[in-house]
C-alpha cells in the first residue's frame, strides 16, 4: 500500500457545514446506499472538490472511507489535494500491471484511503466497463463503510454512467449560474437512461457575498438572535469566502 499526505485546506464555516449537511442526506437516504459516484455536466463544476471534501467528511465522523479517482481522463485529484509521489493507480490496476492493494493509498487522516487515477489511457471506457472495475467495486463495498468515486462530465463523455450503473446512488454537482436548465435535465435524462439511481444535486460555487443579509435573517428568525448575530459577525470575519456547496 502508499502513502499519501493530505493537503491542509481551510474551508469556512458555511462550506464545512455544508459538507455535514449534504453527508447527512446522503445517510438519510438509505443504509444501503454506500457506494457513491459523483458527476457533473461540463468541466470546471467543482466535483473533484465535492467528491475529495464528502469524502473526507464520511472519514471524520468514524467511517472507513475510499475514494476512487476514475476521472482518468484529465484528473485534479493529485496536484490538488495530496501530496506525495505514487507509483500506481487506478489505470495500472485495471490494465493489470499491479494488484488493486498496490494501487490503493493510505493517508495520514484516519479511515481515509484513497485511489488516483494514474497514468492516462486512451480507452477508459472500455477499463471502467471490464471486469476488474467490478472487482475493485466489490473489494471496496466489502472493506469500507463508504465508496466515493469521483467520475468525468457526463456532458463531455460517457464513462460517468457506466460508473454509476453500478453504484447506489449519483449526486450531480452543478455550478451556480454557469449551467442551463435543459443542459442539466439532458444529464439527469442520461444517467436515467443508464439505469443510474440520482440521489440528488449539488449546488457548487454559490455567490454568498450577496445573500449575507438574507442566510442572516434565515437563521435569526428561525434559530433564534443567536445566531443571527453569529452569522454577521462571522460574515464580517469571512470576507473573500464566497462560494459554497
Same mark, same amino acid.
Given at each position: ?210 445573500? +449575507?443579509? !438574507? =442566510? &442572516? /435573517? $434565515? *437563521? +435569526?428568525? !428561525? =434559530? &433564534? /438572535? $443567536? *445566531? +443571527?448575530? !453569529? =452569522?454577521?459577525? $462571522? ?11
Amino acid at each position: 500500500m502508499q502513502n499519501l499526505t493530505i493537503k491542509t485546506t481551510a474551508l469556512n464555516f458555511r462550506t464545512r457545514e455544508s459538507y455535514k449537511t449534504l453527508r447527512s442526506n446522503v445517510e438519510f437516504s438509505g443504509d444501503h446506499v454506500r457506494t457513491i459516484s459523483i458527476t457533473s455536466c461540463t468541466p470546471n463544476e467543482g466535483k473533484s472538490s465535492v467528491s475529495f471534501q464528502l469524502a473526507r467528511s464520511f472519514a471524520e465522523s468514524g467511517n472507513k472511507v475510499i475514494l476512487i479517482d476514475a476521472d482518468m481522463r484529465k484528473s485534479v485529484m493529485q496536484t490538488h489535494f495530496t501530496d506525495g509521489k505514487i507509483q500506481y493507480g487506478l489505470t495500472n490496476y485495471l490494465v493489470g500491471k499491479c494488484s488493486l492493494e498496490d494501487a490503493i493509498a493510505a493517508t495520514n487522516e484516519d479511515g481515509f484511503q484513497i485511489i488516483l487515477s494514474g497514468p492516462s489511457t486512451p480507452s477508459p471506457s472500455e477499463l471502467l466497463n471490464s471486469e476488474r472495475f467490478e472487482q475493485l467495486l466489490k473489494y471496496c463495498r466489502e472493506t469500507y463503510d463508504y465508496i466515493i468515486i469521483d467520475t468525468p462530465p457526463l456532458g463531455s463523455v460517457i464513462d460517468s454512467a457506466i460508473i454509476g450503473r453500478q453504484c447506489d446512488g449519483v449526486l450531480i454537482v452543478i455550478s451556480s449560474g454557469t449551467i442551463s436548465r435543459r443542459f442539466a435535465q439532458d444529464v439527469i435524462g442520461q444517467l436515467k437512461m443508464a439505469g443510474c439511481r440520482i440521489l440528488g444535486c449539488v449546488l457548487n460555487k454559490v455567490e454568498m457575498s450577496s445573500h +449575507g443579509g !438574507y =442566510y &442572516g /435573517k $434565515y *437563521y +435569526g428568525r !428561525y =434559530y &433564534g /438572535k $443567536y *445566531y +443571527g448575530k !453569529y =452569522y454577521a459577525n $462571522y460574515d464580517s470575519e469571512s470576507k473573500g469566502d464566497e462560494s459554497a456547496v
